[in-house]
């Protein structure tokens, strides 16, 4: 006896094909709708699923078992957000499982009214308008009652209401917002240049930029605003630039919302609930390397405007370095705060707690240290990439930045030009097989250009030294398909 695949298949008809950006579950209600059922709870539990709760994996597994292209499933895979631990993972990215809702449905009456389907930015607590639309994103219909799960018809609400004959104005929307970002990281948007956030997960730039938004988008003060759409974009603003610039931004905020009273009395003060806030978070994630390179932003800012606090390590190596440096570092008319780290870098101090002097010697080695410093737009033309390319291989010890100079963050020319030279000489003349260039690789393997840099200095990458008149790291070529020199027959 021939059995019918609609006897066993959890649909009887999977026309509808997944639309971009759609879950597992928004695709299992367009299913359950075009079945003729509106309570996708009990159709679920007619095929074997919990119907009180739709949870992703479950609904995944089912759909999978369709008779769909490969395409198909694993578009609905790659757009479904997959537990791991504290986690989920979603469309390549990571995010943390407070930062994402399912308890009811969340939508862009615009977006609906363009394609009814659900999207699953739309889970994102985050992401709060459409940058599309410029319409904010929902959770309640024209009456007030929020859209659960269990409603099959995405378009409409329990009452049979279209939702996007609801729809509000819209407005003109930044393409450098949050919201925004987090699609091109889904890959829906075509990605735009992010210097500062091109290394780090997305879960912790979502946190940097909510806090930065209740904090540079509201005036001074020391218990926490409420969050709001508007002062949302005010923390991507900051964001959006180089590190200079997040650093000038900061430093308005302190030169426009403090007054000098306040910043005489220390950084604490200054930053009001920022501050034990920005504490807290990296108490709670001491390994997240986005906040700590906020807090050391936070510092270059408020360094020049105000008084960071009393130090408190007399009679320790410390206190000794600055009593060594401080009497040189006034006659050439270089700050100590800026002197001290570059003294380090060179070998000049001497980690004693008991006095010491600099010698002519020494001294002879800082100015032409001095001499050697160079900004980042030279570090760049000696690289011959942007700053945000290679900005990755500060402070992984492959680069050497020092603040607090005139100039603003300096680089020893030495040391940008002996990394060039330790990647030039990793490079090969010939290599077997299709070569591409470093921008191109980075941007493949979702990595930076500073990733593939250290790979490469790693000896984890087959490079090509093209012959002609490219300068810096241009001139370099990556092995398309292989990952190590290991692989190359």
Same mark, same amino acid.
């Given at each position: ?358 010698? !002519? /010697? ?5 100015? $032409?240290?001095?001499?050697? =410093?160079?900004?980042?737009?030279? @570090?760049?033309? %000696? *690289? ?49 097989? !299709? /070569? ?5 690789? $980075?941007?493949?393997?979702? =990595?930076?250009?500073?990733?593939? @840099?250290?790979? %490469? *200095? ?32």
């Amino acid at each position: 006896m021939n059995v019918s695949p609609s006897m066993y298949l959890p649909f009887s008809n999977w026309s509808l094909k997944p639309k971009l950006g759609e879950p597992a579950r928004g695709y299992f209600l367009r299913l359950v709708a075009n079945e003729g059922h509106y309570s996708a709870s009990v159709y679920g539990n007619e095929v074997g699923i919990n119907g009180r709760c739709l949870l992703a994996e479950e609904t995944l597994d089912t759909l999978l078992k369709l008779p769909i292209s490969d395409e198909h499933k694993a578009a609905v895979r790659f757009y479904s957000p997959q537990a791991d631990g504290a986690y989920y993972d979603l469309g390549g990215q990571r995010l943390r499982k407070r930062q994402m809702t399912f308890s009811t449905r969340r939508f862009c009456r615009a977006c609906l009214a363009d394609s009814p389907h659900h999207r699953v930015w739309w889970d994102i607590c985050a992401f709060r308008a459409c940058p599309e639309h410029g319409t904010p994103i929902e959770d309640t219909d024209a009456a007030g009652q929020p859209v659960g799960w269990w409603w099959a018809d995405v378009a409409c609400d329990t009452n049979g209401n279209p939702l996007a004959e609801w729809a509000p104005s819209q407005a003109d929307q930044h393409d450098r917002t949050l919201e925004a970002f987090i699609l091109e990281r889904l890959g829906v948007k075509p990605a735009t240049e992010w210097p500062i956030l091109q290394q780090y997960s997305l879960y912790e730039i979502i946190e940097v930029s909510e806090f930065l938004g209740r904090w540079l988008g509201n005036e001074h003060r020391t218990d926490p605003p409420s969050e709001t759409r508007s002062n949302q974009s005010a923390g991507m603003a900051a964001l959006a630039g180089t590190r200079e610039d997040l650093v000038v931004t900061l430093r308005s905020w302190f030169v426009e919302h403090v007054s000098p009273a306040l910043r005489k009395k220390g950084k604490t003060v200054g930053m009001g609930w920022a501050h034990i806030a920005i504490v807290n978070y990296l108490h709670t994630y001491p390994s997240s390397t986005l906040w700590k390179e906020l807090r050391e932003a936070i510092n270059e800012a408020f360094e020049p405007i105000g008084r960071r606090g009393k130090r408190k390590f007399r009679e320790t190596a410390d206190f000794y370095t600055e009593r060594a440096l401080s009497k040189f570092a006034d006659s050439i008319d270089v700050r100590l705060d800026a002197l001290i780290p570059l003294a380090r870098h060179v070998g000049v101090v001497r980690n004693l707690a008991k006095p010491w002097e600099l010698s !002519t /010697t020494d001294e002879g080695i800082l100015k $032409a240290a001095i001499a050697d =410093l160079v900004p980042t737009a030279e @570090v760049s033309c %000696i *690289l011959a990439v942007e700053s945000w390319a290679w900005q990755s291989l500060v402070g992984t010890g492959r680069l050497a930045v020092f603040a607090h100079f005139s100039l603003g963050r300096m680089y020893l020319r030495t040391d940008v030009e002996r990394l060039l030279g330790n990647v030039l000489s990793m490079a090969s003349q010939t290599a077997q097989g !299709t /070569t591409v260039s470093l921008r191109t690789y $980075a941007r493949r393997h979702a =990595l930076s250009i500073g990733d593939v @840099v250290a790979m %490469i *200095l790693e000896d984890c990458l087959v490079i090509v030294r093209e012959n002609n008149t490219r300068p810096g790291l241009r001139a370099i070529r990556v092995l398309a398909h292989n990952r190590t020199k290991a692989s190359v027959v």
